[in-house]
């Protein structure tokens, strides 16, 4: 199934398994299966609302309220939540900060180009299932402007060097490799291209599109194949391990013994 009209609730709701269940598996089986339901923080409430004005500034400018004033503990914003709930209330704080993230977007051509693509789509999800386990797979796709996927990311610096360690650090190698084959086996076509979108996160808004190299891909795809096999191994035993309990000679990382030579 591939539709824009499944709303992200129901997305995360539905239970086959996303990129994020992937890291949970990379963890430990045991992190995925007894994991606990997560409350919207305000990063994230902030997050989606800059996905929103970056991806779909209309939408943004219709459903989002701005409060004057530059603390949540204002009178005039907990009003404003009790009308409107606190995940489309922003301070004006928040809100000059999305803008200018906003405006950093406008000013990137190449961004744009696809933003303002006549095919373009936003929110796409595609709930499919694993050809090689037959488990239920999802993934929600930020745009897809033809057969090229763009994922916003923001980050604190998007320089190309600070950006690859956060693809390290965050395995966007795993989804774009991940998101990549799902919309294949959904349907039937490859992918052209699936890139990030990087937006810096404080002034000046630095803007940037990366598309990870094959050793990459193939990196990421080697990692979510594994993490995907143990899944299905698990649905069909009901064991759900944690991590190793055999002790271990344990090593203190390399930087520890740097800083005293």
Not at 102 to 120: E, M, T, Y
Request: charged letters at 25%; hydrophobic letters at 40%.
């Amino acid at each position: 199934m591939l539709t824009k009209d499944l709303s992200n609730d129901a997305y995360h709701a539905h239970p086959a398994i996303s990129k994020s269940g992937l890291d949970l598996i990379a963890r430990s089986p045991a992190h995925y299966a007894y994991r606990a339901p997560k409350e919207p923080s305000r990063a994230m409430e902030i997050g989606t609302a800059i996905h929103t004005a970056l991806l779909e500034p209309e939408r943004y400018a219709s459903e989002y309220q701005v409060v004057d004033c530059e603390d949540r503990r204002a009178s005039i914003y907990k009003e404003a939540v009790k009308i409107h709930g606190s995940e489309r209330v922003l301070t004006r704080a928040e809100a000059d900060k999305i803008t200018g993230m906003s405006a950093s977007v406008q000013g990137n051509p190449h961004a744009q180009a696809l933003l303002k693509h006549d095919f373009a789509s936003f929110e796409v999800s595609i709930i499919t299932k694993d050809p090689e386990t037959g488990v239920d797979v999802k993934c929600r796709f930020d745009l897809l402007a033809g057969n090229k996927a763009l994922d916003l990311k923001k980050t604190q610096d998007a320089r190309p060097d600070s950006f690859a360690k956060s693809v390290a650090n965050y395995r966007y190698m795993v989804q774009a490799a991940f998101y990549s084959d799902v919309y294949r086996w959904e349907t039937g076509e490859e992918l052209e291209a699936f890139g990030f979108l990087v937006v810096e996160e404080e002034m000046p808004h630095a803007s940037a599109i990366y598309v990870l190299d094959d050793m990459a891909l193939d990196y990421g795809r080697m990692l979510y194949r594994k993490e995907l096999n143990l899944y299905a191994d698990c649905l069909d035993t009901g064991v759900w391990p944690s991590v190793d309990q055999t002790p271990q000679i344990l090593s203190l990382p390399n930087w520890v013994y740097k800083e005293v030579v």
